[in-house]
């Protein structure tokens, strides 16, 4: 239907009226419907814990990614999941050495990701030494601890950041 093959883009007829149209977009905000955080320390015999955790949820990115793969397949590398008759659940269109991605419909629908994730941005881990452990030294208070920031970050993308916003540029600083 609407001049669509096996493997090219399907989009659906929001309206049920037969045709695509204007009237079928759905608009995607990059504006999360739900935004929150959690910080909370946790001490125990000298030893203290501190996790920060933070999602984004109900946000869209345009994620640059998707927009790096060629219909022509010219300048993808091996590992595009393209449409195929065995490959019929991909994430691209089956790729046509006698197109550019400028004549594919609705090319620009595959910017688009649910953006929403989960992350526990930060994590410190420390331990405060007994005073009387540090009399020798003569230091009133020792503390050591490591943080991890950005480490673990759960959402539907897999190796990105969404919290990035869809530029594949520069990644999210792990430290």
């Keep these: 239907a609407n001049g669509q093959e096996p493997g090219d883009i399907k989009v659906q007829d929001v309206d049920g009226n037969g045709v695509i149209t204007t009237d079928d977009r759905i608009i995607y905000s990059q504006r999360p419907d739900v935004t929150f955080g959690f910080n909370n320390t946790f001490n125990y015999k000298g030893f203290d814990l501190s996790v920060f ?7 869209w990115i345009a994620y640059d990614y998707n927009t790096t793969y060629r219909i022509n397949a010219l300048e993808n590398g091996g590992n595009v999941d393209y449409w195929t008759p065995e490959n019929p659940t991909n994430a691209f269109p089956r790729p046509n050495k006698s197109k550019s ?4 419909t609705y090319y620009s629908t595959l910017k688009y990701e649910d953006g929403s994730f989960f992350k526990i941005r ?3 881990l420390g331990y405060t030494f007994k005073p009387e452990l540090l009399k020798h030294l003569n230091l009133s208070r020792l503390r050591v601890y490591a943080t991890a920031k950005n480490f673990f970050t759960f959402s539907k993308i897999d190796n990105y950041d969404p919290e990035q916003g869809g530029s594949i540029s ?4 792990k430290q």
Excluded: H, N, S
């Design 101 to 104: 991605y400028t004549q594919v």
């Design 53 to 59: 955790l933070y999602a984004r949820l109900g946000q």
């Design 122 to 124: 930060d994590i410190t």
């Design 170 to 173: 520069f990644p999210m600083t």
